[in-house]
């Protein structure tokens, strides 16, 4: 009997040192984003895990490459697999992966929506629910050589005419006149969305209809043709060019313009990669008479999994991530321009990046891809081919519109019983 | 072997397992996990080609549609294209895997000095990873600072780097090449092993009847090299016609669709489009174009062979 009361004691004992450990072992959220060079998140990561006793971030880094995220996310999630907590997602997954079932909606807990721009959040609300919460901006942008505007005593242009005017008149054998990321990917569709918005155009409406306008379609995919075979402010290798391809030729200075992500700035502006420091503006795209400049969004938010065993933990995560304070590391450490207003009036902030009060102008004329779980897949049979097409020169606009405009009927049908 | 024997000399065949069941039982395991791991799988994918069902939209449900998928391939342009681009892969990096790989087999197969070592040598491509020999030649070809624009430019041959990869015009050309870099190796292996069976006798005795050197290769080795040949060309073919990591890592599939396999744009439907139904079709009809390639080759090359 007393040898039964030891052995019940010892047991009682480890299961007691055991299940306390269990209580002080905090929560360990999986949180998934993509490089980051900066170490701007490690150093928010290492931030939320030296303040927060009861949740762990464990933070995982995925491939730089945007599609490469896209596939192992899907992955994961289509799998109902629980081990992503906190995702970052681009602006075209929301609603792709909301309409698959895979995000929970955070309508009850983003109550600040207020404190961000009305373009991220049209492209994180699908449904009338919203399933991310914006973390940087992202926006397509016109950046121009300011020391030889100056010099001809040009003011930046305003509309497509102007661009191409200056263009032919500042490039030179070594200095193309406009580059931009020309290549048959998603790139080239952000560039030309902003070609087409800045003409009038409208893709779909707010229940997700195609209602775009043939005519506007055709001249837009024109006007990008025309820069390569018109105008001749653009060199024929546009179509093998991405972001890296674009920007080494903008900082090296050999381009007098130059469409790009904000984040071409910080290159421009570093010393050791760049021939133009101190010599770039930068304006909204260029628009028709009459409209507006547009710009394509590129948005990072961050998302729950609907799987996550922890929401309200990451929920935290989320919250810590997306607040006025980590927004501003993330803005002074990697340049990210932040998702929330308040950054662009912070003193400090301004201070480092006085041109994010030219960013704040574009973010509020920026508009998302269009809203749909058909997206990924217009983008790129639909859309991406006929510009390709236009770019080489094998198409006009005319040609190549009702094509993509039939392709894409075809794409959103899908999506119909 | 008779029946079991018990001491008492009586067969015992009423109460064990006749031999035959016995190896039912034996195999049995086995048929389990093919079926398991093989049949079970590619009935299923068969399964989900006949309905519509695409995760993105889950309200749609998994509806029956009988061949309704299949329709749509025959019509599908991109699926037309990735037939045209794995066609034009597998014909012809095999083809010029065959006749270098056949180069490199004839000359391991004379006796020189080193020749141990030339032929771990050769075998270096073949032993690599796919997916990081393709991220090699990705760096080989690069537009910047590839060592192919290097030495092109060194020699005179082109005026200024091509972005080989990012080309709509040379983005499946340059991943043939690297294709053939790394497999023909195996070709040569294969071979060289079929070239070692070939009795020494038979060229000497066509020596002595004054048959040339040429003459020799086509009338002794081809002939008795044909079960081997077709087996390597099976062998090749089946993988090219399925290539994915190469095209995956080197060129993504693009630009466009110009490197976009059938396993690539399987792939992409599954995996992009969340397209299961549609994507499971495209699967079933890879693996229907590699049947086909298979029994065209058993076919043609193999009736010659018995003969």
């Known amino acids: 009997m007393k040898r039964f009361l030891t052995v019940a004691t010892a047991i009682a004992l480890m299961l007691a040192f055991t299940l306390a450990g269990y209580a002080k072992s905090p929560v360990v959220i999986n949180m998934f984003v993509g490089k980051d060079q900066s170490g701007a998140n490690q150093e928010l990561v290492d931030m939320f895990n030296a303040t927060h006793e009861d949740i762990q971030i464990n933070y995982q880094e995925m491939p730089p490459s945007t599609t490469e995220q896209h596939d192992k996310y899907v992955t994961v999630l289509a799998a109902r697999d629980s081990s992503i907590d906190v995702l970052s997602s681009d602006i075209p997954w929301v609603p792709e992966f909301a309409s698959a079932g895979w995000l929970l909606p955070l309508d009850d807990m983003f109550t600040e929506q207020d404190e961000y721009f009305a373009g991220p959040l049209l492209g994180t609300t699908y449904q009338r629910q919203v399933y991310a919460v914006p973390w940087f901006n992202n926006a397509g942008m016109l950046f121009y050589r300011k020391d030889l505007l100056e010099e001809a005593g040009l003011e930046p242009p305003e509309t497509f005419d102007e661009l191409v005017e200056i263009a032919q008149k500042l490039q030179t054998p070594d200095r193309y006149g406009f580059v931009f990321q020309g290549m048959q990917y998603e790139g080239v569709v952000c560039a030309w969305l902003e070609m087409f918005w800045g003409m009038g155009g409208q893709m779909l409406d707010p229940d997700g209809k195609l209602i775009a306008d043939e005519k506007i379609v055709a001249e837009s995919l024109q006007w990008l043709g025309d820069l390569v075979h018109k105008h001749k402010i653009t060199p024929p290798a546009v179509t093998t060019w991405k972001e890296a391809e674009s920007q080494a030729i903008f900082v090296e200075g050999k381009s007098v313009f130059h469409r790009g992500w904000p984040s071409v700035y910080t290159y421009a502006q570093n010393p050791a990669t760049s021939k133009i420091v101190g010599k770039v503006g930068i304006v909204p795209m260029v628009h028709a008479p009459g409209e507006q400049s547009a710009a394509t969004l590129g948005t990072w938010n961050l998302s729950i999994s609907r799987f996550s065993k922890h929401p309200k933990e990451a929920w935290e995560v989320v919250k810590f991530m997306t607040s006025h304070e980590a927004q501003k590391i993330k803005a002074i450490m990697g340049g990210n321009p932040p998702a929330r207003r308040s950054v662009y009036t912070d003193a400090e902030v301004l201070e480092m990046y006085p041109h994010f009060q030219q960013f704040y102008d574009v973010f509020m004329g920026a508009l998302p891809r269009p809203v749909t779980p058909a997206y990924p897949q217009m983008s790129v049979e639909a859309i991406q081919p006929q510009i390709a097409a236009v770019l080489a020169g094998t198409k006009t606009g005319e040609e190549a519109a009702p094509a993509m405009l039939k392709d894409m009927q075809r794409i959103l049908d899908q999506a119909k019983q | ?307």
């Open chain 2, 1 to 307: 072997m008779g029946a079991p024997v018990t001491a008492g000399g009586k067969t015992r065949r009423g109460k064990g397992l006749s031999e035959s069941q016995l190896g039912r039982v034996l195999v049995t395991p086995a048929v389990i996990v093919m079926c398991a791991v093989v049949f079970f799988p590619i009935l299923a994918t068969v399964w989900l080609s006949l309905h519509k069902y695409n995760l993105k939209y889950p309200y749609l449900g998994q509806p029956f549609v009988g061949l309704d998928n299949y329709v749509k391939i025959l019509s599908d342009g991109r699926f037309l294209n990735s037939l045209k681009v794995t066609t034009l892969f597998t014909v012809s990096s095999v083809s010029v895997e065959l006749v270098l790989g056949m180069a490199i087999a004839l000359l391991l197969n004379r006796p020189f000095k080193g020749r141990g070592l030339v032929r771990t040598a050769v075998l270096v491509p073949w032993a690599l990873t796919t997916v990081v020999m393709a991220r090699m030649w990705a760096w080989i070809f690069n537009s910047e600072y590839g060592v192919f624009n290097a030495i092109l430019y060194g020699l005179g041959f082109i005026d200024q780097y091509i972005p080989w990869v990012a080309d709509t015009q040379f983005a499946l050309w340059a991943a043939m090449g690297a294709d053939i870099w790394k497999t023909t190796p195996f070709m040569a292996l294969l071979l060289s092993a079929g070239l070692q069976t070939i009795p020494r006798e038979l060229y000497e005795a066509s020596m002595v009847d004054g048959a040339s050197g040429w003459k020799q290769f086509w009338s002794i080795t081809i002939p008795i090299l044909k079960p081997t040949i077709l087996v390597a060309l099976l062998f090749r073919t089946l993988d090219a016609a399925r290539v994915f990591d190469l095209l995956f890592v080197l060129t993504g599939g693009g630009p466009g669709f110009a490197t976009e396999s059938l396993s690539i744009y399987t792939y992409r439907s599954l995996f992009v489009n969340l397209d299961f139904g549609y994507g499971s079709a495209l699967a079933v009809a890879t693996f229907l174009y590699v049947m086909l390639i298979s029994f065209i080759y058993i076919k043609v090359l193999g009736a010659r062979t018995e003969r």
